[in-house]
C-alpha cells in the first residue's frame, strides 16, 4: 500500500501564537514521567491497531475518543471554532510521530516524583491534551517552511528539502508489512543465505554475540508483536494492562536463557533512555528516534513492559534485523563484511522474487548479464519483451542517519549520490553508464551481452530497486529522475533507442507486483510502460499507481499464496515453540500492516 499521509492541527493554527520551549516545559514538568510515558505507549498502541486495519470508521471513533479524554472543554471549542468542518479522519489531532516526540520530552523533564498521573486525573489528562497539541507545532517551523517555499530558487533543493522534513514521519506512520517482511527475512537469512555462503556467517555468530540463534531472535520478535496486532481497540482502552507484556511470564514455553537474552537486546529503562538523550546530538529531535528502535521496549515495572511504537517492534523483522545484527558485531571489519554480504543478500532475493514472478510470463527475464568481452555484470536483471526492456540495479544500503534525520541536504545528497546517485558505482550511475555501452550509436563498438538479444529493443527503462524508504519515496524520486537525465545528457548513445527516466521501486512494491505477475492478471511490460506514459514530474508513488492501474482494469486485490503460505508456516513454528500448540489452521493471520 501506498503511504499514509498524516495532518494535523497545531497550537499557532488554533490560537495565531506558536507555542514556546518554556510554555511546552511547563506544561510537561507537572507530569509525572513513568505514568505519563506509559499512558503515551498506550495511545500509540491505539494507534497502531488503527494503522494495521485500515477503516475509516474507526479512525474517527478512536480520534473522537482521545478528543473526550484529553481535550478540555475551552480547547475543544476552540479547535471546533478553528478545523470544524474538516474530519477527524483528514485532520488527525494524535498521531505517533508527535506522541513520539513528546514522550522524549517526558522522558528528560517529567516530574519523577509527586507529578500528576494523566492516566488517573482528568485536569492531568486535560494537561497531556495541550502538551500533545503544543508538540505537533515542533515538527515543523519558519526554517522549514522557507526550505520549501516555492520563491526558493532551486526546485532540486525543494524536494530535497521537503523529504527531510517529511521524511521520518513517512517512516514512523508506515511501518513494513508485518507478513513480507517476516518471510522476506526468513528466506534472505535461513535460505539465501545458506545457499550462497556469504562472506560473513550471521547465523553462526549472531549466537556468539548475543548467546541467541537468529531465528529463535525473529520468533521472539514476531511472538511479541502478535500479542499487539490481535488486540482489539476497545478491549485495550477498557482494559490497559493489555498494553503490557509480562517480560517473565510471556514466553513461558520457550527456553528461559533465549527469553533473557532476547530482552537484554529489545528492553530498556527510562533512565537508560534519558542517559542517551541527554548526549548532544546533530540529529534534529522531531526526526530522531534512534534510541527507540534500537530497543523499542521499555520497562515501565519490575516484571512490565510497554512498546515506544509498534511500528519499531515490527521494523525488527526488516531493516531492523540488519540493526540488530549489525550492533551485535564486534569489529568494523565485521561491520563491513555485513554491509558487503547484506548488498549481495538483497540482490539475491529481489532477482529470486521477480525470476518466480515471471516464470511464465510473456516477458523473459535475465538475472545478472554479463559482458561478453570481460564477463563483468553489466545489470543485476533485466526484463526483454519485443521493443522493450527493462534495465535494472539492486540496492539494499541504507542512508546514514546524518543524511536522513540532521535536516542537512548537503549531507543527504552525498550521502544519496554516494550509494544510489550520481556517485561513481551508485545505482543510477551503473544504469546509465551501462546503457551508454550496451546502446552506443553506430561506427561505435557496442557491448554486448552472454545470451540476451537486445536487437530489436527500441525503448530502455532504467529501475532501481530498494530497501531505503527515504530513497523509494516519490518525492526523492523525482529528484533522483533529474539527477539521471544529466548523467544521461553526457552518454552518447543511439538515438533511435529512448532511454527514459527511472523508476525507483521499494523491495515490497517488487513483492505486491508477484502476485499480478505469476497469475497473468497483468503484464509487467505493460504495467511499467503506462507509468513511465504518465512522466516524472509531481509526486506519485509507484503504490499510487499500482492501485489505479489495477482498478482501470477492474482487478481485484491479490494477496501472494506462496508468502501466505510461508507465513502461516512461520506463524505455526512461532505458536508451537513459545505457546505449545499449533497455530489454528482455519484462524485468520496476522493481517499485514501498511508497508
Known amino acids: ?163 527531510l522534513q517529511v521524511g521520518s514521519g513517512i517512516e514512523v506512520n508506515n511501518p513494513p508489512s508485518i507478513d513480507k517482511s517476516t518471510v522476506r527475512s526468513d528466506i534472505v537469512f535461513n535460505e539465501i543465505a545458506e545457499k550462497i ?17 537468529l531465528e529463535a531472535y525473529v520468533d521472539l520478535v514476531f511472538g511479541v508483536l502478535t500479542h499487539y496486532t490481535i488486540l482489539d481497540s476497545a478491549e485495550l482502552i477498557e482494559k490497559t494492562g493489555l498494553a503490557c507484556v509480562n517480560i517473565k511470564t510471556y514466553f513461558a514455553e520457550a527456553d528461559a536463557n533465549s527469553v533473557e537474552r532476547f530482552w537484554q537486546l529489545e528492553l530498556t529503562t527510562l533512565d537508560d533512555l534519558e542517559e542517551i538523550l541527554r548526549k548532544p546530538s546533530l540529529l534534529k529531535p522531531q526526526h530522531d528516534f534512534i534510541a527507540f528502535r534500537q530497543k523499542p521496549f521499555v520497562q515501565v515495572g519490575e516484571e512490565d513492559a510497554v512498546p515506544i511504537h509498534v511500528g519499531f517492534v515490527q521494523e525488527k523483522l526488516e531493516s531492523g534485523l540488519f540493526w540488530s545484527i549489525f550492533h551485535s558485531l564486534a569489529s568494523d571489519e565485521e561491520r563491513a563484511s555485513l554491509f558487503r554480504d547484506w548488498g549481495y543478500l538483497f540482490e539475491q532475493y529481489v532477482s529470486q522474487t521477480l525470476r518466480q514472478a515471471l516464470e511464465n510470463a510473456p516477458e523473459t527475464y535475465f538475472a545478472f548479464p554479463k559482458f561478453t568481452d570481460n564477463d563483468e555484470e553489466a545489470f543485476d536483471g533485466i526484463v526483454v519483451a519485443g521493443d522493450y526492456c527493462v534495465v535494472m540495479e539492486y540496492k539494499g544500503g541504507f542512508l546514514k542517519a546524518e543524511a536522513k534525520y540532521a535536516e542537512d541536504e548537503d549531507e543527504f545528497i552525498r550521502d544519496t549520490d554516494k550509494k544510489f546517485g550520481a556517485g561513481k558505482k551508485a545505482g543510477l550511475e551503473q544504469l546509465c553508464r551501462k546503457v551508454g555501452a550496451v546502446f ?54 543511439d538515438p533511435s533507442i529512448t532511454c527514459t527516466f527511472p523508476l525507483i521501486l521499494d523491495v515490497s512494491e517488487v513483492e505486491n507486483l508477484k502476485p499480478y505477475l505469476s497469475s497473468a492478471k497483468i503484464s509487467f511490460i505493460d504495467c511499467i510502460m503506462e507509468r513511465i506514459r504518465i512522466g516524472s514530474s509531481g509526486f506519485l508513488s509507484f503504490g499510487d499507481f499500482l492501485r489505479e492501474y489495477l482498478n482501470e482494469r477492474k482487478i481485484v486485490p491479490m494477496k501472494d499464496s506462496e508468502t501466505s503460505e510461508r507465513f502461516r508456516l512461520i506463524m505455526n513454528r512461532v505458536s508451537k515453540r513459545f505457546f505449545n500448540r499449533p497455530f489454528p489452521p482455519n484462524e485468520e493471520a496476522v493481517p499485514p500492516a501498511n508497508g
Open 197 to 213: 555462503g556469504a562472506k560473513l556467517d550471521v547465523r553462526a555468530l549472531f549466537p556468539v554475540r548475543t548467546g541467541l540463534n
Open 1 to 163: 500500500m501506498s503511504p499514509i499521509p498524516i495532518t494535523y492541527p497545531t497550537w499557532k493554527e488554533t490560537f495565531g501564537v506558536r507555542p514556546t520551549e518554556d510554555q511546552l516545559l511547563d506544561q510537561i514538568r507537572h507530569l509525572d514521567r513513568l505514568h505519563t510515558f506509559w499512558l503515551l505507549a498506550r495511545i500509540n498502541i491505539l494507534l497502531a491497531l488503527d494503522r494495521l486495519h485500515r477503516d475509516p470508521k474507526e479512525t474517527i471513533s478512536l480520534q473522537t475518543h482521545l478528543v473526550n479524554t484529553f481535550i478540555d472543554e475551552e480547547l475543544f471549542e476552540s479547535l471546533k471554532k478553528k478545523f470544524g468542518p474538516e474530519s477527524l479522519l483528514d485532520r488527525q489531532p494524535f498521531h505517533s510521530l508527535q506522541i513520539l516526540m513528546l514522550m522524549k520530552r517526558v522522558i528528560l523533564e517529567g516530574a519523577r516524583e509527586g507529578g500528576i498521573r494523566p492516566d488517573v486525573d482528568r485536569e492531568g489528562a486535560h494537561r497531556l491534551g495541550r502538551c500533545l497539541l503544543m508538540a505537533s507545532d515542533f515538527l515543523f517551523d519558519e526554517e522549514n517552511s522557507q526550505a520549501i517555499s516555492v520563491s526558493r530558487p532551486s526546485s532540486k533543493r525543494r524536494k530535497i528539502a521537503l523529504q
Open 440 to 493: 552506443a550509436p553506430k561506427g561505435r563498438q557496442k557491448r554486448l551481452l552472454h545470451g540476451v538479444d537486445l536487437s530489436s529493443v527500441k525503448v530502455v527503462v532504467p529501475m532501481l530497486i530498494v530497501q531505503e524508504p527515504f530513497i523509494s519515496s516519490e518525492i526523492t524520486a523525482t529528484y533522483l529522475a533529474e539527477e539521471f537525465g544529466t548523467l544521461k545528457r553526457k552518454q552518447e548513445m
